[in-house]
């Protein structure tokens, strides 16, 4: 079913995660597939995380570290990562593996008939506020784009490499997800859904939900609204000039 895996991991400061995610993403792999890359993306990590990634490569030959000298964020790390993935397949996950390894291969029946395979979670095991804030973009995503998904921002998207080919992403923040998605279906992907268990972070500090991000996340929002509005009123008039 899978040909070829790239795995692309954006890294900010997971010093005491990224060993076992590189273990776990070759060990999977390498039982899924011959062509097998694992791409870490060092986004200007402070914290001695890309010494600790680069110290692995010998262990893992499998293993290709990028690394970022200023800070781009999620978007800007996942653009990187999508652009050096070089398989026929690429799966993005979060580099503090909010899902077990092996649970990978329930995606894998779908990837007959899907271009695109995103998570969601089964159980949601985060604080009561991230729960809520988690419903609200979905919804806001769902209103404003007609993207009808479970959870925009789970970090489980398996899809074809020649999708990059169709889309172009600009998003330095995290509506990268969001970005990600409504470009695949608009360029006629076929997206599909599976459920996962999640597993809250066992080391490290998440900042998704911190005011900048969220923040950030909105204004690129609007932004891509603001263009996809524009982008549909050219594409009307092209059509009455006809």
Same mark, same amino acid.
């Given at each position: 079913?899978?040909?070829?895996?790239?795995?692309?991991?954006?890294?900010?400061?997971?010093?005491?995660?990224?060993?076992?995610?590189?273990?776990?993403?070759?060990?999977?792999?390498?039982?899924?597939?011959?062509?097998?890359?694992?791409?870490?993306?060092?986004?200007?990590?402070?914290?001695?995380?890309?010494?600790?990634?680069?110290?692995?490569?010998?262990?893992?030959?499998?293993?290709?570290?990028?690394?970022?000298?200023?800070?781009?964020?999620?978007?800007?790390?996942?653009?990187?990562?999508?652009?050096?993935?070089?398989?026929?397949?690429?799966?993005?996950?979060?580099?503090?593996?909010?899902?077990?390894?092996?649970?990978?291969?329930?995606?894998?029946?779908?990837?007959?008939?899907?271009?695109?395979?995103?998570?969601?979670?089964?159980?949601?095991?985060?604080?009561?506020?991230?729960?809520?804030?988690?419903?609200?973009?979905?919804?806001?995503?769902?209103?404003?784009?007609? %993207?009808?998904?479970?959870?925009?921002?789970?970090?489980?998207? %398996?899809?074809?490499?020649?999708?990059?080919?169709?889309?172009?992403?600009?998003?330095?923040?995290?509506?990268?997800?969001?970005?990600?998605?409504?470009?695949?279906?608009?360029?006629?992907?076929?997206?599909?859904?599976?459920?996962?268990?999640?597993?809250?972070?066992?080391?490290?500090?998440?900042?998704?939900?911190?005011?900048?991000?969220?923040?950030?996340? %909105?204004?690129?929002?609007?932004?891509?609204?603001?263009?996809?509005?524009?982008?549909?009123?050219?594409?009307?008039?092209?059509?009455?000039?006809?």
């Amino acid at each position: 079913m899978i040909n070829s895996l790239s795995f692309v991991f954006p890294m900010y400061n997971e010093i005491d995660n990224i060993e076992e995610t590189v273990r776990e993403a070759t060990r999977v792999g390498r039982s899924l597939t011959d062509r097998l890359e694992i791409i870490v993306v060092d986004d200007a990590s402070t914290d001695g995380s890309g010494g600790r990634a680069e110290s692995l490569k010998d262990a893992y030959p499998e293993l290709v570290v990028v690394h970022h000298p200023v800070n781009r964020k999620l978007g800007g790390a996942l653009r990187t990562g999508f652009a050096v993935a070089a398989m026929d397949w690429i799966l993005y996950i979060d580099s503090d593996l909010p899902i077990h390894m092996d649970d990978i291969r329930q995606a894998l029946p779908l990837t007959e008939e899907a271009d695109m395979v995103i998570g969601f979670r089964l159980s949601r095991a985060e604080s009561y506020k991230r729960e809520v804030m988690s419903k609200v973009y979905n919804w806001l995503i769902r209103a404003a784009f007609g %993207l009808a998904v479970r959870d925009v921002n789970f970090s489980f998207k %398996l899809f074809k490499r020649s999708i990059m080919e169709k889309v172009v992403l600009q998003s330095e923040g995290s509506f990268i997800d969001a970005e990600l998605l409504i470009e695949a279906a608009r360029s006629g992907c076929r997206i599909r859904e599976v459920g996962f268990e999640y597993y809250p972070r066992a080391a490290g500090v998440s900042t998704l939900a911190s005011p900048a991000v969220v923040w950030k996340m %909105l204004q690129e929002m609007q932004a891509y609204r603001r263009e996809a509005v524009a982008r549909a009123r050219r594409v009307q008039e092209e059509k009455a000039s006809r």
